[in-house]
């Protein structure tokens, strides 16, 4: 009987949790992330732009126009079967973007091709933003050129929905 008594107290300390570290969806690299796109030479909603952290996925549709001191304003929240499909977005955020300083790659909308916003709030709470040309420029890794293929895809399907 001892012996049993031994091993339940063993196998408290060897097996302390069995919690769930998924943190829905979050790698716990980043609070969240506004991105978008956006066009100086438009008509109409020249900025598509959305945040999504842990818990919802919203759209500014406040602002149509992107300016450097710009400011999320969520004004649309998706169902949570939308944010449940996309969370994962938060797990593909550049290393780069996490430790990196707030830079612009390339020149985007110099030739009104457009340009790409990432504002990414970090697990320690700071706030760094991009600002990445549409081409690919050498200034961008292989990882950021993916991620904003990746973005652009998500952002068309963002956009089908409203």
């Known amino acids: 009987m001892k012996l049993y008594y031994i091993l339940f107290i063993c196998s408290i300390f060897l097996f302390p949790s069995c919690s769930n570290d998924d943190d829905q969806g979050s790698n716990n690299r980043s609070k969240s992330l506004v991105f978008g796109s956006f ?27 992107f300016t450097q001191n ?17 969370r994962n977005i938060l797990n593909e955020i550049p290393t780069e973007f996490i430790n990196g300083a707030d830079k612009t790659y390339g020149c985007p909308d110099c030739a009104d091709q457009g340009g790409f916003y990432f504002e990414v709030t970090t697990a320690e709470g700071k706030t760094k933003k991009y600002i990445v040309d549409t081409n690919n420029t050498d200034d961008q890794s292989a990882e950021i050129i993916t991620f904003k293929n990746r973005i652009l895809d998500l952002t068309k399907d963002l956009k089908v929905v409203n």
């Open 39 to 65: 066009a100086g030479e438009c008509f109409g909603n020249c900025f598509d732009i959305f945040r999504i952290d842990n818990t919802k996925l919203e759209e500014d549709r406040v602002v149509d126009f």
């Open 70 to 86: 710009y400011s999320f304003k969520g004004s649309f929240t998706f169902s949570n079967q939308m944010y449940l499909m996309y």
